[in-house]
């Protein structure tokens, strides 16, 4: 095996693969990444000029990107070339939930990884590290290995060559995820095979202490991701879950975070009351755990985590139903503001918003949506609805906005949905005005102050208090 990688291909360009292979190449300049996708135009758009239109919007990306592509970074469709070319190769790819067959619904669809491993399996040179950076089941490894070392593969283009497989999780968070990057809490690695966990580990260790770089073996590795993700939801539904005795006890749910917050037993972070988690993670990575609980028949522990996901949901119906009471229960043909779309602030990333389940309650209810956000784009946000709603009136109910002060025009109601900074500011005197009365705003997130609003002018609910 080489002592030392030289070359290293990530498959996926998405908001894993192209952040995380960004922070590579700035942090390892003696390497050349290459990063490869089957999709043409996000493979364009990585490699434009525009760097306020990267694929992925994330604070930090495009100072990166300008610094190293072209230099030791590089975005391509050639995926044959660069998997012969490589010492290393990071799977990134996505792993969507399975939408039919066994497991539908709740259990990972793994074709994307199943063809990465082909595609290495065919065109890889020498030996070659295989990283799993995506997030799957445990046990995906196996999967990998077997089609690694399928013979019919091997004779396909007679190369002598051999693999070693590594999980290797990511753990970044959208909208951090360069400080995430840059600043792991922890890289965990599993595997076999200590000299490839060697050479993975001594690219970390270019700007991560070696104390926080931890090995185990494959299965805890891949397992531990789940967990990650399932615990920091459970904090969130359980959190959203007091918001509403909150509600009902005249308790200040933002109070009550804090106080539990500052037990160093319970710690203060995703502590947050909202809307419901989001994300493209969450949801499914919890689904994922709960298949494999039913595989192995563990039905309570199943449950358990089930349990999440309908806290989940049922703070979104919540917050729906609130909204309809509030405004002398019908909105039917009213106008509300929706601010905010992306499932959290500093991403344009909309998977899982619950901006999405929301506002679809809000139209079922007859109301006219004026959608602003930042960051998502309007096609995205059309493209989104006109998948969602097969009815066209419905779909004319929803207008997308420019600007803040153009989303209120004329409307009932402000709905915030996603913490952009942007919201903390806005001048209420000055939005007032554009309203009919009475106004209200709904705040699902917890950033306003809202003694400083004018409470003659607006109506104000706001979330777990
Ligand atoms: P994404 O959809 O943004 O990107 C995946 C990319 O892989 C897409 O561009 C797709 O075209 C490409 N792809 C799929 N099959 C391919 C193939 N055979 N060859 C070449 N390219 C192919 O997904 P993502 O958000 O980057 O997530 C990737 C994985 O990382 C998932 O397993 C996810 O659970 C995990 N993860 C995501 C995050 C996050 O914040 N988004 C964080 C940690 C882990
Ligand atoms: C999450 C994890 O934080 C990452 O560690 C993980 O790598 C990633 O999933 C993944 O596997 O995809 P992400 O979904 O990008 O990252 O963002 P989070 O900051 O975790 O937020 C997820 C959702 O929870 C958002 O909708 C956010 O608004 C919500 N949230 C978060 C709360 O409602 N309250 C909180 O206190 C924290």
Redesign the pocket.
């Known amino acids: 095996m080489k002592k030392i990688i030289k070359n290293i291909c990530c ?8 952040p995380s292979m960004a922070v590579i190449a700035h942090k390892c300049k003696d390497i050349k990444i290459t990063v ?4 043409e135009e ?1 493979i364009k758009a990585w490699n434009g000029d525009d760097l306020n239109n990267l ?2 919007f994330e604070p930090g990306l495009k100072e990166i990107i300008r610094e190293c592509r072209g230099v030791n970074l590089f975005f391509s469709n050639e ?1 044959k070339k660069t998997i012969s070319e490589s010492d290393m190769i990071f799977i ?5 939930t399975k939408n039919k067959g066994i497991g539908a619904g709740k259990a ?1 669809d793994l ?3 199943e ?2 491993a082909r ?1 290495i399996s065919k065109y890889a040179e020498g030996h070659t590290i295989v990283v799993e ?4 089941p445990v046990k995906t490894a196996q999967t990998i290995k077997e089609i690694l070392s399928s013979q019919k593969e091997k004779e396909l283009n007679n190369k002598n060559k051999s693999f070693s497989v590594l999980s290797n ?6 909208g951090t ?1 360069i400080n995430d990057l840059l600043n792991p809490d922890r890289i965990l690695i599993g595997g076999e095979d200590s000299l490839a966990i060697d050479l993975l580990s001594k690219i970390y260790e270019n700007w991560v202490p070696e104390k926080k770089i931890i090995t185990t073996n494959l299965w805890s590795s891949e397992l531990s ?1 789940l967990v990650a ?1 399932a615990f920091l939801a459970q904090r969130i539904s359980s959190i959203n879950s007091i918001s509403a005795i909150c509600e009902s006890t005249g308790a200040d749910v933002a109070e009550v975070s804090k106080a539990i917050g500052m037990d160093s037993r319970i710690g203060k972070n995703f502590l947050k009351v909202g809307p419901g988690f989001g ?3 969450f949801k ?2 919890i689904l994922n755990l709960i298949y494999l609980c039913e595989k192995f028949n563990l039905v309570e522990v199943a449950k358990y985590w089930e349990q999440i996901l309908s806290i989940n949901s049922w703070q979104q119906k919540r917050i729906s139903k609130i909204i309809v009471e509030k405004l002398f229960g019908t909105i039917s043909e009213k106008t509300i503001t929706v601010l905010g779309f992306s499932f959290k602030a500093n991403t344009n ?1 909309t ?1 899982e918003s619950p901006a999405i389940d929301i506002c679809l309650d809000l139209i079922e209810e007859g109301a006219n949506l004026n959608i602003y956000d930042p960051k998502v784009e309007k096609q995205e946000i059309e493209r989104i609805f006109n998948k969602k709603l097969k009815n066209k009136i419905e779909i004319k109910k929803i207008n997308i906005s420019g600007s803040v002060k153009e989303a209120c025009l004329n409307s009932d109601a402000i709905l915030i949905m996603t913490e952009w900074e942007d919201f903390r500011e806005i001048e209420w005197d000055k939005i007032y005005p554009l309203m009919r009365d009475p106004s209200w705003i709904f705040d699902t997130r917890r950033i306003l102050n809202i003694e400083s609003i004018d409470h003659n002018k607006f109506n104000i609910w706001s979330i777990g208090r």
Do not use: W
């Open positions: 498959i996926g360009a998405g908001y894993v693969g192209g490869v996708d089957i999709n996000k694929p992925v995926l990134s790819v996505n792993t969507p990972s074709k994307y990884i063809l990465s595609e950076k995506s997030t799957i999780p990511e753990f970044l968070a959208e995820a991701k993700n994300g493209s993670c499914k990575d990333d998977r």
